[in-house]
């Protein structure tokens, strides 16, 4: 299995396209993992913070939707799946990836540091992955 992380950027779209391919090759599952924070996921309609949840649960469901429809832009026939997963997206990741072959993320989310060449995320999990990680730019060729 496969697991990539997702947060709308378009350096995580990219990563999506490559772990298809890689998938593909591979005769691997592709997992999609989006992390956000958990109290979206728990709140209860009858919470005075639900519209801001409801809100906060679709972006999230739209990103993924978005890493989605990249992998079948692919045409692989990679059989791909979302989750949804509250928490820090470093230890999402790393638990997401415990058991995986691979772990793929852009190298630059949707963080206020443009400039740097690897984003927070990314290069913790360079420190702390436990099975192999790839980081792809924003930009990938076929």
């Not at 990539?4 to 005769?27: F, K, N, P, T, Y």
């Not at 997992?31 to 679709?58: C, F, K, Q, T």
């Amino acid at each position: 299995m496969i697991v990539v992380g997702v947060d709308g950027s378009r350096a995580a779209l990219a990563a999506a396209g490559w772990a298809a391919r890689e998938a593909a090759l591979r005769g691997d599952a592709l997992n999609l993992v989006h992390a956000m924070p958990a109290w979206p996921l728990e709140i209860s309609e009858r919470d005075r913070y639900a519209e801001v949840g409801h809100w906060m649960r679709e972006g999230a469901t739209s990103m993924l939707d978005a890493a989605l429809e990249r992998v079948r832009q692919e045409d692989l026939r990679v059989a791909a799946r979302t989750h949804l997963v509250g928490g820090d997206p470093r230890a999402v990741l790393i638990e997401a990836a415990a058991d995986a072959g691979l772990l793929v993320v852009g190298s630059r989310g949707r963080g206020d540091v443009a400039g740097l060449l690897l984003g927070s995320v990314s290069h913790s999990l360079l420190h702390h992955a436990t099975c192999p990680l790839v980081v792809t730019p924003a930009r990938v060729s076929s």
